[in-house]
């Protein structure tokens, strides 16, 4: 079975601090993706990134930064200098080749609050 | 219309009432999903479609009734709710393969009675 743990309920930083969003997955799986989405208030997930089991390198988007670490099957979320219009609720997602099956093991989410 | 959309968008129904909600992709996807959000509860999967057929029911109540006519539209069918029922009812799509993305539309809130 497969499992994700995003251990912090809710966030709150100032704007332009930078803020670390923790996930940890659990799967016996050596194949696997892993995905973050955003929730703004509005309500509608957006996808941010997807980034599979062989490939660890880091990966950075503007402000947006990614750290995958299979040796302590972690998949961490880093806002740079962060902005109030990041406030939304951020999920980490896992999907195994598993014969067949794609849905998606989402963790609980981290409320992210950025205060002006 | 681009993405993937939801109708209504809000929805107030009686435990006795029988309503669809409907979601549309237009990405060019065949795989659809149905998940249900609720307060401080994870994303629960209810159902996955994949080229118009069901492949997965995670033991979702008989109240919940999906169906799929073709690759771009998907319907969950309700009726004799009840007011645990009550969340906000996300449609997805993908690339019917492993691994891929799954792109959400608004989701509908519903409010039963």
């Known amino acids: 079975a497969q499992k994700v743990t995003q251990a912090q309920t809710e966030i709150s930083v100032v704007e332009k601090e930078d803020v670390t969003l923790d996930c940890v997955y659990e799967?016996?799986?050596?194949?696997?993706?892993l995905f973050w989405y955003k929730q703004p208030p509005s309500g509608e997930l957006v996808f941010l990134i997807r980034?599979?089991?062989?490939?660890?390198q880091n990966e950075i988007s503007g402000r947006y930064s990614w750290n995958f670490q299979k040796s302590t099957s972690s998949f961490n979320f880093t806002i740079t200098a962060s902005q109030v219009v990041d406030s939304a609720v951020y999920f980490c997602?896992?999907?195994?080749?598993?014969?067949?099956?794609?849905?998606?093991?989402f963790g609980s989410g981290t409320r992210l609050q950025v205060q002006p | 219309e681009t993405g993937v959309t939801q109708t209504p968008r809000h929805l107030v129904m009686g435990m006795t009432n029988k309503k669809s909600l409907k979601c549309e992709q237009h990405?060019?996807?065949?795989?659809m999903y149905w998940y249900k959000q609720s307060a401080k509860k994870p994303l629960e999967l209810m159902f996955v479609?994949?080229?118009?057929?069901?492949?997965e029911n995670n033991s979702v109540p008989s109240r919940f009734s999906p169906e799929c006519p073709n690759s771009s539209h998907l319907f969950l069918h309700l009726h004799t709710l009840q007011p645990e029922d009550s969340a906000l009812y996300l449609c997805?799509?993908?690339?019917?393969?492993?691994?891929?993305?799954?792109?959400f539309g608004p989701g509908t809130r519903l409010t039963v009675t």
């Open positions: 997805a799509s993908s690339q019917a393969r492993e691994g891929y993305e799954q792109y």
């Open positions: 799967t016996r799986d050596t194949t696997y993706y």
């Open positions: 980034r599979n089991s062989f490939d660890e």
């Open positions: 997602a896992l999907s195994v080749l598993d014969t067949g099956r794609r849905a998606l093991t």
């Open positions: 990405l060019g996807h065949n795989a």
């Open positions: 479609y994949n080229f118009k057929e069901q492949t």
